[in-house]
């Protein structure tokens, strides 16, 4: 499974976007882009996925760049509640879902 | 329906005590995985399984052992339990193509 690579920490201010970007230059062609979210100690939580076109759900929008090497999760109107660990993932239905150290996201008031 | 359940949610155990943590699930799920979280780390994967009977090796899978006698149950044991095995236990499951259902965790101290 390709390796992906997302800051340590970003902030957010509530109501605006939160734009997380994650690098997966060694993605291959079968591999989905998956993101989850760890709120505090619960079970990481799964937001969105998808393979080379922009994906919108209730929670989130993903966008994957053309040459599928970077993607971006976008919460169009953080809220606090949203403050959590974000990990990006690539897998291909694959057994083993590889969960990096992600992204902690802080939503400010 | 009740999604990914784990058993106990909290445990002290001593060094070289043994003990065995339940993940159940009721989605019909042919894979099942055990991860385990330490402090400020991401989640690692030490055992998970393609359906009942089957069993395979994780990323950290010393120390551990699983089995999967029914399908909608997996088995996490620790034979002899250390310190470095204090962690934060998850369970999940998928079916071939869905994403991940996590369980709530369990909170393991080997003292």
């Known amino acids: 499974d390709a390796k992906t690579t997302q800051p340590t920490s970003m902030d957010c201010a509530e109501g605006r976007a939160a734009n997380l970007p994650c690098n997966h230059s060694t993605i291959s062609g079968n591999e989905y882009v998956y993101w989850y979210r760890q709120i505090h100690s619960q079970g990481p939580q799964y937001i969105i996925h998808g393979l080379k076109n922009n994906e919108t759900n209730e929670m989130a929008s993903l966008i994957i760049t053309e040459d599928r090497k970077s993607s971006t999760l976008i919460l169009p109107h953080a809220t606090l509640r949203d403050t959590a660990v974000y990990y990006c993932?690539?897998?291909?239905?694959?057994?083993?879902?590889?969960f990096g150290p992600g992204t902690r996201l802080s939503v400010l008031p | 329906n009740a999604g990914v359940t784990q058993t106990p949610k909290f445990r002290v155990l001593k060094t070289g005590q043994s003990m065995t943590l339940l993940c159940a699930q009721d989605m019909n799920h042919e894979y099942m995985y055990w991860y385990r979280q330490d402090p400020g780390m991401g989640l690692r994967l030490i055992h998970y399984?393609?359906?009942?009977?089957?069993?395979a090796k994780g990323e950290v899978p010393d120390g551990y052992n699983v089995s999967r006698l029914k399908k909608q149950n997996f088995l996490l044991g620790l034979e002899s339990a250390a310190p470095s095995q204090t962690s934060v236990y998850f369970c999940?499951?998928?079916?071939?193509?869905?994403?991940?259902?996590f369980g709530p965790g369990t909170r393991l101290t080997v003292t």
């Open positions: 999940a499951s998928r079916s071939v193509t869905t994403e991940q259902y």
């Open positions: 399984s393609v359906g009942e009977g089957t069993t």
């Open positions: 993932i690539v897998n291909n239905y694959g057994q083993n879902f590889v």
